[in-house]
Nanobody, 126 residues
Framework: QVQLEESGGELVQAGGSLRLSCTAS????????MGWFRQAPGKEREFVAT?????????LYSDSVKGRFTISKDNTSNTVYLQMNSLKPEDTAVYYC??????????????????WGQGTQVTVSS
């Protein structure tokens, strides 16, 4: 089992940038599919981005963040990142990182992931 911890969330102005980090401990995550999800008050947990364990690391993004967010990882440090640019007030949410199996068919479904971090708050002011 892998333990995950997010960091980097804070208050920023609209149009600004943040980089979130998720560090894994307990086991190396080179064999895991990694994902980012977010949850705003009163709303269900929403898919943001994933990166695969195989190949060069194939990525997938939700339509709402395409062109603005970038997911990446460093297997040496067991860290996955979410670079967020051109932030909007509607991006305000608690952001969670997650780990799943080496191959996941339904990558947008949070139930496909086995391990979750505690979450980090991102607030974007208008």
């Amino acid at each position: 089992q892998v333990q995950l911890e997010e960091s980097g969330g804070e208050l920023v102005q609209a149009g600004g940038s943040l980089r979130l980090s998720c560090t894994a401990s307990g086991r190396a995550f080179s064999g895991y599919t990694m994902g980012w999800f977010r949850q705003a008050p009163g709303k269900e947990r929403e898919f943001v981005a994933t990166i695969t364990a195989w190949g060069g690391g194939s990525t997938l993004y939700s339509d709402s963040v395409k062109g603005r967010f970038t997911i990446s990882k460093d297997n040496t440090s067991n860290t996955v990142y979410l670079q967020m640019n051109s932030l909007k007030p509607e991006d305000t949410a608690v952001y969670y990182c997650a780990a799943g199996g080496r191959i996941i068919t339904w990558k947008r479904n949070p139930r496909s992931y086995d391990s979750w971090g505690q979450g980090t708050q991102v607030t974007v002011s208008s």
